[in-house]
């Protein structure tokens, strides 16, 4: 899976996603990072990639040629068109089964704009997917094209190891992800669950499962119409509500 994000701050990309598990994944070569810097290929003499907005209003609009040039650069060097990502509130809102279809492909562009926003046409011209990832404006595309890296990378088969495995986590089968607990059995005054340390890996997975639909009925109740829930969950639903 390559990356190739077109920005004006490729410093900010680089130091952003190099550490960690994303890190780990460039080195082994299952991702690889090409930041690309805008200005680089403008064709202004003062190396200027904005200018004024045609019709007058606040703030400066990203031109039209650099990043056109920018982006053919990357093209011509991999020999095909990839899907071109453009990061905008005015987008599709980012999940994790958008995540999983772009983990498909080979190649992702990822346009970041900035200033005002950018020439329309040079959006016509390279943009397959208008993104967002969240209903709130942020100052440029980069925070948003970071979290797309690595929500992507994380579903490239091979980045996690089976420890850290994408699967039976929040989000699948539209639910919230368990409470998890760790050593000493008693911290603060509080045990950890008895049915954890039962070894019992029926009961486990039940219980589990149970506290994910719970945990999702309680945190965000709208994930529920997706969920396929049986009538074993909802009894035990009701069977924990009433302990509690
Ligand atoms: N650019 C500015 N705000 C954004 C957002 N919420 N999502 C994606 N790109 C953005």
Request: aromatic fraction near 8%; charge should be negative; proline fraction near 5%.
């Amino acid at each position: 899976m390559n990356f190739h994000i077109l920005t004006l701050f490729p410093e900010m990309i680089e130091q952003g996603l190099n550490t960690s598990i994303l890190g780990k994944a460039m080195q082994n070569g299952f991702v690889t990072l090409d930041a690309i810097n805008i200005r680089d290929y403008t064709a202004d003499k003062h190396k200027k990639v904005d200018d004024y907005p045609y019709g007058g209003g606040a703030g400066m609009v990203m031109q039209a040629q650099p990043i056109y040039d920018a982006w053919k650069a990357v093209v011509e060097s991999i020999g095909h068109r990839p899907r071109c990502i453009y990061l905008t509130p005015q987008g599709r809102t980012f999940n994790q089964d958008m995540a999983k279809e772009f983990a498909k492909e080979e190649d992702l562009i990822f346009l970041c704009g900035h200033y005002e926003g950018v020439d329309e046409r040079v959006l016509e011209e390279i943009v397959t997917d208008f993104v967002s990832i969240g209903d709130y404006v942020l100052t440029g595309g980069e925070l948003p094209a970071m979290v797309m890296v690595d929500a992507i990378s994380r579903m490239v088969p091979g980045v996690l190891t089976n420890a850290e495995s994408g699967t039976g986590e929040t989000f699948e089968g539209s639910l919230l992800e368990y409470p998890q607990y760790s050593r000493p059995v008693e911290w603060n005054g509080k045990r950890v669950p008895d049915v954890l340390l039962s070894g019992d890996h029926k009961k486990v997975e039940a219980w589990r499962h149970a506290q994910s639909v719970l945990r999702t009925l309680e945190h965000r109740p709208d994930l529920l119409d997706e969920a396929e829930l049986s009538l074993a969950d909802v009894k035990q639903i009701l069977a924990i509500l009433q302990e509690k």
